[in-house]
Nanobody, 125 residues
Framework: QVQLVESGGGLVQAGGSLRLSCTAS????????MGWFRQAPGKEREFVGA???????YYVDSVKGRFTISRDNTKNTVYLQMNSLKPEDTAVYYC???????????????????WGQGTQVTVSS
């Protein structure tokens, strides 16, 4: 069983920064791509970005240039650095493990098999 635990959420003013962490249990973390999703009230869960096991990264257009995903396989941890935050970034943020090797499907939440509990990010205007 894989467990993912997110941390680092909180309240920040617009223009500020936060870094989210997601730590995984299990010895096979390094061989999986990991994704970040977010869900705002009344909206569907949406893809934010992902990092492959070779450290290639992918982002949704709305966060490109502001968010950066990285990973430290020695710590079984993936990070989401969020800069220049906007009120529309307010959501619960989730990390998840990508179960496929087809990276064309990275944006599909249905291709992720394990999810963290989520961490709230609130950006005030």
């Amino acid at each position: 069983q894989v467990q993912l635990v997110e941390s680092g959420g909180g309240l920040v003013q617009a223009g500020g920064s936060l870094r989210l962490s997601c730590t995984a249990s299990g010895r096979t973390f390094s061989s999986y791509a990991m994704g970040w999703f977010r869900q705002a009230p009344g909206k569907e869960r949406e893809f934010v970005g992902a990092i492959t096991w070779t450290h290639n990264t992918y982002y949704v257009d709305s966060v490109k240039g502001r968010f950066t995903i990285s990973r430290d396989n020695t710590k079984n941890t993936v990070y989401l650095q969020m800069n220049s935050l906007k009120p529309e970034d307010t959501a619960v943020y989730y990390c998840a493990r990508f179960r496929s090797r087809d990276y064309t499907a990275l944006q599909s939440r249905y291709e992720y098999d394990y999810w963290g509990q989520g961490t709230q990010v609130t950006v005030s205007s």
